[in-house]
């Protein structure tokens, strides 16, 4: 058969899901900045309903018999094509394996365990949970054995955000960490220097903190005329297509830098999603490659750029023209100190750029633990106070601030923690290759030929390897971090 007629076939197809999925991300988005609560069953009912559409257009035998004729003719199509054909053949697979009453089942049990999670960190009592998260893990691990019984369960997770990362990098990733940043903090924690912040705990009125975060966002380059900045209880970004960019805030009376952090980091988000290149417009490609690289461009804006004295001397004039009252006499270096300030705490996203990757190194041992079967659920409230204390040195109170805290494994997120670290780590890497540079405008434009333009186009080890002429390296990180805390805290 002619493989331009299943091309054909195929690329409607791609347009159908593209369409699809560009009424599921409004409403859900709608849902986030303020739809009205009592619409929730309906909307979450139409939500369920096109996703099945979804199911429908590409899990079929029309479907899977044009696959295989456009995969005996890749060579015939171009970069783009081939790309597209290659990863709907992935998803074919691994859709396909898991038999739909299983998957169904399955997602019954992780919409009870949301309920479950809720009321139990609520209660503070992790056994109203701790049935459904078993549950949830032997699926996982079942879902796995299904689509391919010879690789770790794990690596089959991480495919699923991180193409291309497997147990055994993430082990020697964090074994670095480990080594060179739990004994900094512990430097840090001994030393005497003593860092003042209290100036960030001021009132700063919301009306003023907003104006802030649209022309800080404008700033970093964002365009608000294929874009939006609104308010939600946790940041988040929606990159729907590179013409409709949405992003959320959260602003805190009283402490300035939680508003001013969380659009630094949505924005570095956004601009990724709205300078993808415009030939992978209206294809299954035009978003960011993986959850790591993703974050990668959050956090070189957040830790990377905004905490650092070059930026702040410039943003710094800008606040103290809205704040003069809450900064006077407040000098780039007090800026500078205080946004750096290291602090172990309980809660992952209030941690300091310093004990972050610590936090979500917990959660990768855990979870590989449990996955592994060498740690039952009964026993991970222990197993996390202890992670905690070794390398953070602070025991959590209870386990709502523990093993509670977040959200992810009642969504069945298993694989997913670990590209929070990898996105620090790429920062760091980046940010050495594009030379420390922190001029908004020079950035941007490194950041969009290196990263932003190839979309889901080139894989992350792809793209490292173009950028920086070698893959994921987390000596930068590490040297990064060892030499700003070093002198922050005249270590
Ligand atoms: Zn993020």
């Known amino acids: 058969m002619d493989y331009k007629e299943a091309l054909n076939r195929f690329r409607i197809k791609i347009e159908k899901v593209v369409a699809i999925n560009y009424a599921n991300s409004i409403m859900e988005w709608d849902a986030a900045t303020g739809a009205p609560k009592k619409g929730a069953p309906m909307r979450g009912e139409s939500l369920g309903f096109l996703t099945v559409l979804q199911h429908e257009i590409l899990i079929n035998k029309e479907a899977e018999e044009d696959l295989e004729i456009l995969l005996q003719n890749i060579d015939k199509l171009t970069d783009i094509e081939a790309k597209m054909v290659k990863n709907s053949k992935k998803e ?94 512990k430097k840090i924690e001994e030393s005497k220097t003593v860092i003042n912040d209290d100036f960030l705990k001021k009132s700063y009125p919301i009306y003023l903190q907003k104006e802030a975060a649209t022309e800080l966002l404008e700033i970093m380059g964002f365009d608000l005329t294929r874009g939006m900045l609104k308010e939600s209880t946790h940041p988040f970004t929606m990159g729907t297509n590179i013409d409709d960019v949405r992003l959320t805030s959260r602003y805190d009376e009283n402490n300035m830098l939680s508003g001013t952090l969380s659009v630094a980091h949505e924005g570095g988000h956004a601009l990724y999603e709205q300078n993808i290149s415009r030939d992978l ?81 917990v959660r990768y ?79 941007l434009e490194w950041l969009n030929k290196n990263i932003h333009t190839y979309g889901s186009l080139l894989t992350p080890d792809e793209i490292s390897l173009k950028s920086c002429g070698e893959l994921l390296n987390p000596e930068y990180f590490c040297s990064y971090l060892e030499k700003k805390f070093t002198n922050l805290y005249n270590l």
Do not use: C
């Open 365 to 443: 041992e855990i979870e590989l633990a449990l996955i592994e079967e060498r740690l039952e659920v009964e026993d991970l409230p222990e197993y996390w106070n202890n992670k905690m204390f070794e390398y953070l040195g602070i025991t959590p109170p209870n386990n709502s601030m523990g093993v509670l805290q977040d959200v992810h494994w009642s969504h069945g997120l298993f694989g997913y923690f670990p590209t929070y670290a990898l996105g620090s780590a790429y920062a760091a890497q980046f940010s050495h290759y594009m030379n420390e540079e922190k001029e908004p405008k020079k950035v």
């Open 92 to 185: 074919f697979v691994k859709m396909s394996r898991i038999p739909k009453n299983e998957l169904r089942d399955y997602h019954m049990l992780t919409n009870r365990a949301q309920h479950s999670w809720e009321e139990a960190r609520e209660k503070d009592d992790f056994s109203i949970f701790s049935k459904d998260l078993k549950e949830i893990i032997n699926y996982k691990r079942k879902f796995a054995k299904y689509i391919d019984a010879k690789e770790h369960p794990y690596n089959i997770f991480l495919d699923d955000y991180e193409e291309g990362m497997t147990v055994e990098k993430l082990n020697a990733f964090f074994s670095k960490l480990k080594e060179r940043i739990v004994p900094l903090l």
């Open 281 to 361: 417009f209206n294809t299954s490609l035009a978003t960011g490659t993986s959850l790591g690289i993703h974050e990668s461009q959050s956090r070189i804006y957040e830790n990377n750029i905004f905490k650092s004295k070059e930026f702040i001397n410039f943003y710094l004039p800008f606040l103290v023209k809205r704040y003069p009252e809450q900064l006077k006499d407040i000098t780039t270096e007090n800026f500078y100190n205080a946004i750096n300030r290291v602090e172990p705490s309980f809660i992952r996203v209030d941690a300091d750029e310093l004990t972050y990757s610590l936090h979500i190194m």
